[in-house]
């Protein structure tokens, strides 16, 4: 075997570790967690930590999905983020098709501005978000967590899109045209079905943002009836002790329809993030 081949088996075996070692750093917190979810309040904080429970129960499950409206909860983020996804995306690819296709005076200007959205941290903006969603009329809604998450997802998602759009060929455009579609026609039939790997990565996207975000959520939502998701597992958290058991058990129902939308979605995700990054 030369030393050539030799340093090259070495790379191999040396990347594989190093990538199961990674693997296994970001696995083991979801593994205890789903542990846990099994595991009375007596046996969470045992030490050494034990990843198989013993003995395992089904009672912080029962717990969750029977007592304090959590299912009712769970309701109201799958109707919150599934609706600010589809506008989201919906208003980002129509903003992008825009800036990737049409010419017209300060289209660069626009898009930088739109760009701005990026550079602000979000939490610099709950105060004044607040302030128009009081005026607005939209304090303790499901609309004012609609009109806010798709506000804040516009940016990332025309960025992504816009450089997707970009790299599909300018002609067909120019023979859709030449048969007689319209800009939107062309933006429908064509574009949209074409770009399917950007498509996917700004949904996965967007909806992880949206599912799992807490903070605007607790600002503006006071009513029980309103409630998240986000804000339903804080319930199990006391002012003397936490029921880690329940809070685990309600993170792992959380998580499934997170998993679901990517792994309905995941084979399109890597394509699309490099190219809306790379190109446009």
Same mark, same amino acid.
């Given at each position: 075997?030369?030393?050539l081949?030799r340093t090259r /088996?070495?790379?191999?075996?040396l990347?594989?570790?190093l990538l199961?070692?990674?693997?296994?750093?970001?696995?083991?917190?979801f593994v205890?967690?789903v542990?846990?979810?099994f595991?009375s309040?007596?046996?969470?904080?045992?030490?050494?930590?034990?990843?198989v429970?013993?003995?395992?129960?089904?009672d912080?499950?029962v717990?969750?999905?029977?007592t304090?409206n959590?299912?009712?909860?769970f309701?109201?983020?799958?109707?919150?983020a599934? /609706?600010?996804?589809v506008?989201?995306?919906l208003?980002?690819?129509?903003?992008?098709?825009?800036f990737a296709r049409?010419?017209?005076?300060? *289209?660069e200007?626009?898009?930088?501005l739109?760009?701005?959205?990026?550079?602000v941290?979000?939490m610099?903006?709950?105060?004044?978000?607040?302030?128009?969603?009081?005026?607005l009329g939209?304090?303790?809604?499901?609309?004012?967590?609609?009109v806010?998450y798709?506000?804040?997802?516009?940016?990332?998602?025309?960025?992504?899109? *816009?450089?997707f759009f970009?790299s599909?060929?300018?002609?067909?455009?120019?023979?859709?045209?030449v048969?007689?579609?319209?800009a939107?026609?062309?933006?429908? *039939?064509?574009?949209?079905?074409?770009s399917?790997?950007?498509l996917a990565?700004?949904t996965?996207?967007?909806?992880l943002? /949206?599912?799992?975000?807490f903070?605007?959520?607790?600002?503006?939502?006071?009513?029980?009836?309103? *409630?998240?998701?986000?804000l339903?597992?804080?319930?199990?958290?006391?002012?003397?002790?936490t029921?880690?058991?329940?809070?685990?058990?309600a993170s792992?129902v959380?998580v499934?329809?997170v998993?679901?939308?990517?792994?309905?979605?995941q084979?399109?995700?890597?394509?699309?993030?490099?190219?809306?990054a790379?190109?446009?």
């Open positions: 075997m030369s030393a081949h /088996t070495a790379g191999t075996v990347r594989h570790v199961i070692v990674g693997a296994l750093i970001m696995l083991t917190p205890y967690m542990s846990t979810s595991k309040q007596a046996y969470v904080l045992t030490i050494p930590p034990q990843f429970p013993n003995p395992a129960t089904l912080n499950y717990q969750v999905l029977t304090q959590f299912a009712a909860y309701m109201n983020s799958v109707v919150v599934l /609706t600010s996804t506008i989201s995306v208003i980002s690819s129509m903003m992008a098709y825009a049409f010419r017209f005076p300060g *289209r200007l626009l898009f930088r739109v760009l701005v959205g990026l550079m941290p979000a610099m903006l709950i105060i004044p978000q607040f302030i128009l969603a009081k005026q939209l304090i303790d809604s499901l609309q004012g967590l609609i806010f798709v506000a804040a997802s516009v940016s990332l998602n025309t960025f992504l899109l *816009r450089g970009a599909i060929p300018g002609e067909l455009d120019d023979a859709m045209q048969d007689g579609a319209n939107w026609t062309r933006y429908w *039939r064509l574009v949209m079905p074409l399917t790997p950007a990565t700004t996965i996207f967007t909806f943002a /949206t599912w799992d975000e903070a605007w959520a607790l600002t503006i939502i006071n009513d029980p009836a309103k *409630r998240t998701l986000p339903a597992i804080q319930l199990f958290q006391g002012q003397n002790a029921q880690w058991g329940l809070v685990f058990a792992v959380a499934l329809p998993i679901v939308v990517f792994l309905i979605f084979k399109y995700f890597v394509q699309g993030l490099t190219t809306g790379v190109k446009g």
